[in-house]
């Protein structure tokens, strides 16, 4: 088969299995990714997530991760959801933790996808990714053309938004290289008005440490800096205020993954069900979910 035979029938597949968007590029090293990685590094702007220092060569080389790669495949999957659950509380959670944790649900949908492509064009040496390896996702899919990364330096579709997982097959199958499109924020700055700690120093400009997403999830310190304690906008779980605000997430559409769905369970509970909880059940209770990546204490520790 030709790298346009199996272009073609890598879009089929992903649409097949439920992916919005699907893009490829040249499995190759990411020199200009690598110099804004080293500097962001250096900056500290990464807080305490240590583990963003580690296997820096693989995080922009795609042929070190996956001996023999020549292609990265890119992937959408949409989360948002079909309506906000109607809570009586202030509490509010992320749109991509309402249901199953993603990493779950894309895994299974990626081993079908790759299994669906060995039926169709034989044997292939690939690995799969969700968030969850040193893979630069925003950089790989800008690279493929399935959106560009805006001011508030989420992955953005001009015809979707940005309320979607980000998803890669490393694999060494030959295709037609998809290109980059043009940067469509223009002059918009809302994303930055409306971040609360100033995460969002500069448009393209990230200072994960301040992030709300990062102080609810990612640090571990037993205390959240008490200069963010009068700015987390009720946010016990990720953050989605640069989201909401970007004009370009009018064109959201509800997703149609059963697994997504919320938990009402979890979305009609307040405070005091969150402080009373027993560890042994709140474990039980997120189980499955993104929630379960702060624990218990976290949770406790973001609601206080």
Known sequence: M????????????????????????KAEKLEEEARRLEQWLKQGSHGKMHYMENHFDKRVDPTLLVPGAKSVISLMYNYYPKEEPATDNKLKIARYAYGEDYHYVIKDILRAMVADLRQQIGDFHARIFVDSAPVLEKAWA???GIG???KNTNLIHPKAGSFYFLAEII????????GPIKDHCGTCTACLDACPTEALYEPYKLDASRCI????????DEIIPGEFHDKMEGWMFGCDICQEVCPWNRFSKPHRQPRFHPDE????????????????????????????????????RNLL
């Not at 097949?16 to 490829?24: D, N, S």
């Not at 694999?171 to 998809?178: L, M, N, S, Y």
């Not at 042994?280 to 949770?299: D, F, Q, T, W, Y």
């Open 2 to 25: 030709t790298p346009e035979v199996h272009s073609r029938i890598i879009r089929e597949l992903a649409a097949k299995h439920g992916f919005a968007f699907a893009g490829l590029s």
């Open 142 to 144: 800008r690279k493929s």
């Open 148 to 150: 560009w990364q805006g």
């Open 171 to 178: 694999c060494d199958i030959e295709v037609i290289a998809d």
């Open 213 to 220: 997403s990062y102080l609810t999830i990612e640090l571990k």
């Open 265 to 300: 369970s979890v979305m009609h509970m307040d405070r005091n069900d969150w402080m009373e909880m027993t560890d042994e059940v709140m474990l039980a209770l997120i189980k499955n979910s993104p929630l379960s990546r702060p624990g218990p204490a976290g949770i406790r």
